[in-house]
């Protein structure tokens, strides 16, 4: 059957004149919101303008899927359980290339279009870098035209929303549906059902002894799909999430026997699966929950795969050759057994033949090496809720271990190490050598993590089949993190370069580097930092009260509030300027603003005093008139991707000051780098690739390197001596117990205090001068104008490697192997 659509209806729908995107407008202002101009809100003024876009896209992800289906090209499918995603409609204009058009169509309308861009409500679906990375991801394997399918939960309730109170952080939660998603499209027929809890029992089917899963609970995974466009090309992804619902005809036994509270409850807690975003806290220990979450949207990814594959293929034996999944972290590694399961119990293939599928299939990233965020199980809470699936671990093992014995001799310590069971404390499952074992590619997400996770947690894997072990640095994508945030930095960059490729081909910015000495340059660069430093102080005055001097250096720390990361190390220096600053008011030091961002855990004691900690700080210091705004310290509350956007540009100094070893990758450096500041640094995670790639003369290292604190720790590490023998940091230090910062309570902080003189874990006190002395240079650097601007330009310049466009086209290359697929108009 062959549709036309009648001419004018088309070009309303998906014209890309102005005059299209106007009548479009104004119809869906009509039709969809039943609004008037005269009496629309802006919330109905956006969700028009957003309808407007997702009409556009529509057409391509419609388009796209026919092409990839008929090219019948292997598609990448990523499972992430958190995908933080950012303001969509900004983003889709860029991709789109009628970011203009829609600014004249929206003058002509009278429309408040800023206003209207910042009513969008972010799906705050992860926690931080790891589901900002997956986000940045799909970006580019869209621009990339790879087929792809982005696979996670559509939580009800996204990452809490921060507020700051008496310089507490107060929860508060994230109902970022309630207003309505114009992006997702519901599929209310495309669901699958996911088992739980129960038993298993064995049967004979035509002389094969078979096993079934007789579940408690079954629960529905409903698809709510968002397409996700490429930059500059036609084609646009899928990015499927999986909302938790009763099955359709549940429990209708409790209704018929008159209980319908029971069926109620067992409804509401069939939904509560995809309720809310677990923040990254408290010991895994009793969350059957987060368990239940991670099974459930794998189960259903799994099953849509298999879905697909029998659509097209006809049969599951090249599930492999079609598809193949990314495993962001362990999160979803229950999919190694769960796919076997598919495959054995409901397509009744041999265990071999399902085994090489299932082996074919995964690859596996790590995110990290920290021992308390490597997930395991306990096997009694992981065979309660999933007694199958522990039944084909258990076998999935006793085969490996198998492999292991005859491969290393009497070695059963190893066999001990590599089981996919810890039987150290009570007996628990390491997801991670599942997902070793079960995946065909392993990498870790910056060069030296790579090689940590080769030597460190993975070292007897990495023994045993070296050719699985990669690398795939992290990136993140220019259109959000320099064209959505920074529109005049990236119009200056355009100017320069002579075209906008850079945006899609971000090693085209070496070109200003033959510019670096050109005066004109420098005075637009300083006049765009100055100009996105002004707008970030007026709207941080808005936010908090704080008035900063855009004049001053903004020194930055915007990341999750985690003690490896160091936050407090940031606010020791802080106090030890202060001091110098009291003991010598004529001390002559350039101005500086320290800026703060990043939510803490909710069960985090520790992160969270240090969130205290800092506005304490900045209540003294802030209003001590002796000071004068030569110091002000400020926090921005609520750190998500919108406030991150505003950030980013107005920053002079990014800090990076993790304990050597202990970051995987980050990517706010590269987000930093990317706005034009200079990092002060660790050698850890990409802050080593990024040092390597603008020159070490533009990057201010300090610090142990990962083997000098590991050494250091192997030998007996002696924080209280570092205390006792450095003036300024006892000073500092005491200070802090002296109660200045807390109205004269001493013990507020002690917690804090006491951790850092007795066992530093993160080794604060040892990298406490050199940070000092480093930031010293920082300062005097800054005054040298002339100079910080050329280092500022060659920063931007150098940051070719650290768009996410290449990291994907490592991961296509040395991974997945897959090709594009360009979807045409
Ligand atoms: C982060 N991990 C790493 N985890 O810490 C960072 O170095 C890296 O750049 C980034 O991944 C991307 O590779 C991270 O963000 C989480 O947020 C987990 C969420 C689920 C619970 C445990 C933490």
Redesign the pocket.
């Known amino acids: 059957m062959k549709s036309e659509a009648p001419v004018e209806r088309e070009h309303t729908r998906i014209g890309m004149s102005k005059q299209a995107l106007k009548q479009a407008y104004v119809d869906n202002l009509f039709y969809l919101q039943g609004r008037s101009p005269e009496v629309a809100t802006l919330h109905d003024l956006y969700m028009a303008a957003a309808y407007t876009v997702r009409d556009r896209l529509l057409d391509r992800w419609v388009r796209t899927a026919r092409t990839y289906k008929d090219a019948g090209a292997r598609t990448v499918c990523y499972l992430s359980?958190?995908y933080l995603l950012g303001p969509h409609l900004v983003n889709n204009l860029i991709n789109l290339g009628i970011m203009d058009k829609a600014r004249k169509a929206g003058k002509e309308l009278s429309l408040d279009f800023e206003g209207i861009m910042e009513t969008e409500e972010e799906p705050g679906l992860?926690?931080?870098?790891?589901?900002?990375?997956a986000a940045c991801f799909m970006d580019s394997l869209a621009t990339l035209q790879i087929p792809a399918i982005g696979y996670g939960i559509r939580y009800e309730y996204g990452i809490f929303d921060q507020r700051i109170e008496n310089g507490w952080q107060v929860e508060v939660s994230d109902a970022w549906l309630r207003p309505g998603n114009p992006w997702e499209i519901a599929r209310p027929k495309l669901r699958f059902p996911v088992k739980l809890g129960g038993h298993t029992e064995q049967y004979h089917d035509n002389g094969n002894l078979r096993v079934r899963w007789v579940p408690d609970l079954v629960v529905d995974g409903v698809a709510y799909d968002t397409a996700i466009l490429g930059y500059g090309v036609n084609n646009a992804n899928l990015l499927r999430l999986w909302s938790a619902h009763a099955p359709e005809s549940f429990d209708f036994q409790s209704f018929n026997t008159g209980d319908y509270y029971g069926a109620v409850h067992a409804k509401v807690q069939a939904e509560t699966i995809s309720k809310v975003l677990?923040p990254?806290d408290e010991p895994e220990a009793g969350k059957e929950l987060r368990l239940e979450q991670q099974y459930f949207f794998v189960s259903c990814s799994l099953q849509d795969m298999v879905r697909l594959q029998l659509a097209t293929a006809g049969s599951l034996d090249k599930l492999h050759e079609k598809f193949t999944a990314q495993l962001n972290?362990t999160?979803p590694s229950v999919a190694v057994a769960e796919l076997m399961r598919l495959l054995i119990d409901e397509h009744k293939m041999g265990w071999d033949q399902a085994w090489e599928i299932t082996r074919n299939t995964f690859a596996y990233?790590n995110?990290?090496l920290l021992p308390e965020?490597l997930e395991t199980w306990s096997v009694g809470l992981f065979g309660r809720i999933l007694p199958r699936l522990l039944e084909i671990i258990y076998e999935i093992n006793r085969r490996f271990l198998d492999q292991v014995r005859t491969r290393f001799l009497g070695d059963e310590a190893r066999v001990a190490r590599m089981s996919l069971i810890d039987e150290t404390y009570g007996r628990r499952l390491r997801m991670a050598n599942l997902a070793t074992v079960g995946s065909y590619a392993v990498n870790g997400?910056?060069a030296m993590?790579s090689e940590l996770v080769k030597s460190t947690i993975l070292e007897d894997f990495y023994e045993l089949w070296p050719e699985k072990f990669h690398n795939v640095t992290?990136g993140v994508t220019p259109r959000r993190f320099i064209v959505v945030s920074n529109p005049r930095l990236a119009r200056l960059l355009t100017a320069h370069c002579g075209s906008d490729q850079w945006i899609g081909d971000l090693a085209c910015l070496r070109e200003l580097e033959k510019q670096t000495n050109d005066p004109g340059l420098h005075q637009e660069w300083r006049e765009v930092k100055a100009h996105a430093k002004r707008a970030f102080a007026n709207w941080l005055g808005r936010q908090t009260g704080i008035t900063i001097d855009p004049e001053a250096m903004f020194d930055v720390q915007a990341k999750?509030i985690h003690e490896y990361k160091r936050q407090h190390l940031n606010a020791l220096h802080i106090i030890t300027l202060y001091q110098r600053l009291k003991q010598n008011p004529g001390l002559d030091i350039p101005p500086r603003t320290f800026i703060f961002a990043g939510k803490a855990a909710p069960g985090y004691f520790m992160a969270k005093l240090i969130i205290k900690l800092i506005n304490s700080i900045g209540e003294v210091i802030n209003q001590d008139p002796q000071i004068n705004g030569t110091l002000r310290v400020a926090f921005m509350p609520d750190f998500n991707v919108k406030n991150a956007q505003r950030l980013y540009p107005a920053a002079d100094l990014s800090e990076q000051i993790s304990m050597a070893g202990k970051?995987?990758?980050?990517?706010g450096n590269m987000k930093f780098s990317m706005n034009g500041a200079l990092t002060i640094g660790t050698l850890d995670?990409?802050n080593v690739e990024i040092r390597e790639e603008v020159g070490e003369d533009n990057f201010f290292l300090f610090g142990l390197t990962a083997e000098q604190a590991q050494r250091m720790q192997a030998e007996g590490y002696r924080p209280r001596d570092l205390y006792k023998d450095n003036p300024e940091l006892k000073s500092a230090i005491d200070l802090i117990d002296s109660g200045l910062f807390s109205h004269g309570d001493t013990e507020l902080f002690r917690p804090l205090t006491e951790s850092l003189v007795h066992q530093d874990p993160f080794m604060v006190m040892a990298d406490y001068q050199p940070y000092v002395s480093r930031q010293t240079e920082v300062g005097h650097a800054y005054r040298d104008l002339e100079h910080w601007t050329r280092m500022s330009i060659l920063n931007v310049a150098r940051m070719g490697k650290f768009s996410s466009d290449r990291s994907i086209q490592d991961y296509c290359d040395r991974i997945w192997k897959v090709q594009p697929v360009p979807a045409q108009m």
């Open positions: 359980a958190e992860g926690n931080g870098g790891l589901g900002r990375l677990y990254n972290d999160h990233t995110h990290t965020a997400v910056a993590h992290n999750r970051e995987a990758s980050g990517t995670g990409a």
